[in-house]
């Protein structure tokens, strides 16, 4: 595992913490949630995307 991806997924975690702290502050707590959600979302596509990258891996290791 790459060191750059966790610092990556932290850095979306801390974005999507204080934006939505600062949106629940100012009484938006719609655009907090969904904020929340798209930083959820952007971590899932890029854990989907090592996942696929780790799986070729492996088919091209043992050559299936």
Do not use: C
């Not at 991806?5 to 719609?30: D, H, M, P, T, Y």
């Not at 949630?33 to 899932?44: E, F, H, I, P, Q």
Request: hydrophobic share 60%; glycine share 4%; charged share 15%.
């Amino acid at each position: 595992m790459d060191v750059d991806l966790i610092f990556k997924i932290a850095a979306i975690g801390i974005l999507v913490a204080v934006l939505n702290q600062l949106l629940v502050r100012s009484g938006r707590e719609e655009q907090a949630m969904m904020t929340t959600l798209a930083g959820l979302v952007v971590v899932l596509m890029i854990m989907v995307q090592e996942i696929s990258d780790l799986f070729t891996l492996i088919k091209t290791l043992f050559d299936f």
